[in-house]
C-alpha cells in the first residue's frame, strides 16, 4: 500500500514548520506519560487505554513529521539526513549501507 513514488515535498512557511514541531513535542509528551500510566497501573483497562494513547500518539507525531518534511524517503531532508549519516559513520559495513540506499531513493527535490 505504499507508493513506488511519492509527490515533491510541497514547501510550507517556516511558521507553519515551528508550529508543527511544537504540536510533534506536544504529541511526544503525552505518549510518556501514556507510557508512565502503563508501566505504573495494575488495573488492565488503564493498561490498554494507556496503550492505546501510546499508539495514536506515535501514528500522529509520523503524520506530523512527513507533514513538515521529513520522514519522505525521496524528500531533501531525507537525502541530507542520510549524507549526514554517511559522514558520522565509523564502521565500514554502515557507510556501505547507507551509501546503497541513497543510490537506491530517487529523490525528487
Not at 509528551?29 to 506515535?58: V, W
Request: charged fraction near 30%; hydrophobic fraction near 35%; aromatic fraction near 8%.
Amino acid at each position: 500500500m505504499v507508493p513506488y513514488q511519492y509527490p515533491k515535498q510541497q514547501l510550507k512557511d517556516e511558521l507553519v514548520i515551528a508550529k508543527l514541531n511544537k504540536l510533534i513535542q506536544s504529541k511526544a509528551e503525552q505518549e510518556q506519560m501514556a507510557e508512565h500510566i502503563y508501566n505504573s497501573s495494575n488495573n488492565n483497562i488503564e493498561k490498554q487505554l494507556a496503550k492505546a494513547f501510546i499508539r495514536a500518539n506515535r501514528l500522529m507525531s509520523e503524520d506530523l513529521y512527513r507533514e513538515s518534511g521529513f520522514m519522505l524517503p525521496q524528500s531533501k531532508n531525507t537525502k541530507d539526513f542520510l549524507e549526514s549519516l554517511l559522514e558520522q559513520a565509523n564502521e565500514e559495513i554502515l557507510k556501505k549501507d547507507i551509501e546503497k540506499l541513497i543510490k537506491l531513493l530517487d529523490f525528487n527535490e
